[in-house]
């Protein structure tokens, strides 16, 4: 996305600032605070388009969620946890009913950060193509 900006944009300044403000909305969308069953039905539609989402629930997924018949940190029961979430819940449970983040769909979620990255590269060459800011 940095180099899409760096040719879409007049200058590296402006493109340095554009490129904070999606890293913020990218991280504050993601999924994690708030957590992604607790965001508004107006702003899921960010949630979606985000791409952060994607690579934090494919990752959490692999780290947290996973829960073989060896045990693993998926299988682990949690303590100490609010009294609004259920006892006796497993950190497999609690990060796919709380954060979305589901160990099923860790190959869907790398597909659509591939999709991502294809999508970035062709808005990339586009405004290689056709932006130009040079004077004559």
């Not at 944009?9 to 600032?17: D, F, G, R, S, Y």
């Not at 819940?89 to 954060?99: D, H, K, P, R, S």
């Not at 983040?101 to 190959?107: R, W």
Request: charged share 10%.
């Amino acid at each position: 996305m940095a180099e899409l900006l760096v040719f879409l944009l007049p200058n590296l300044e402006v493109a340095e600032i554009v490129g904070v403000l999606l890293n913020l909305i990218g991280y504050l969308f993601s999924g994690f605070s708030p957590p992604a069953s607790t965001l508004p039905s107006a702003i899921v539609w960010i949630y979606k388009i985000t791409p952060m989402t994607y690579s934090l629930a494919a990752f959490s997924a692999v780290v947290f969620g996973g829960c073989s018949d060896d045990g693993g940190l998926g299988c682990t029961q949690m303590t100490n946890l609010p009294p609004s979430a259920a006892d006796r819940i497993t950190v497999q449970e609690y990060l796919e009913g709380n954060y979305l983040m589901k160990h099923s769909k860790i190959g869907q979620n790398c597909g659509i950060l591939l999709g991502f990255v294809l999508l970035f590269c062709a808005f990339t060459l586009l405004a290689m193509r056709f932006v130009n800011y040079q004077k004559r």
